[in-house]
Nanobody, 124 residues
Framework: QVQLVESGGGLVQAGGSLRLSCAASGRTFSSYAMGWFRQAPGKEREFVAAIKRSGGTIYAVDSVKGRFTISRDNAQNTVYLQMNSLSPEDTAVYYC?????????????????WGQGTQVTVSS
């Protein structure tokens, strides 16, 4: 069992930056690949980025690549999402998720554990 708690969301102006954190507790954090997803009102949950246990990363094509960076600190049991050049289209609840799978997946069903989410609102 892994418990995940996101933080760092808030209100920011377009062009600004935020860094989200996801603190994990429970089983060994380094045994899990981690992902970030987001869900805007009326839309399906959308993949943002993921990071392997070893640190390899993948990002959603087009929408966030080059602006968002996922990283992890296994000593701190935390995964981060640095978000730069934010636009109103990035407004959503952001969730972190964990999976023991070796191969990264971009689908929500590929992750077993989820945090409660943190709201990110970007004003124009």
């Amino acid at each position: 069992q892994v418990q995940l708690v996101e933080s760092g969301g808030g209100l920011v102006q377009a062009g600004g930056s935020l860094r989200l954190s996801c603190a994990a507790s429970g089983r060994t954090f380094s045994s899990y690949a981690m992902g970030w997803f987001r869900q805007a009102p009326g839309k399906e949950r959308e993949f943002v980025a993921a990071i392997k246990r070893s640190g390899g990363t993948i990002y959603a094509v087009d929408s966030v690549k080059g602006r968002f960076t996922i990283s992890r600190d296994n000593a701190q049991n935390t995964v981060y999402l640095q978000m730069n050049s934010l636009s109103p289209e990035d407004t959503a609840v952001y969730y972190c998720a964990a999976t023991p799978k070796v191969v990264l997946t971009t689908t929500p069903r590929g992750y077993e554990y989820w945090g409660q989410g943190t709201q990110v609102t970007v004003s124009s």
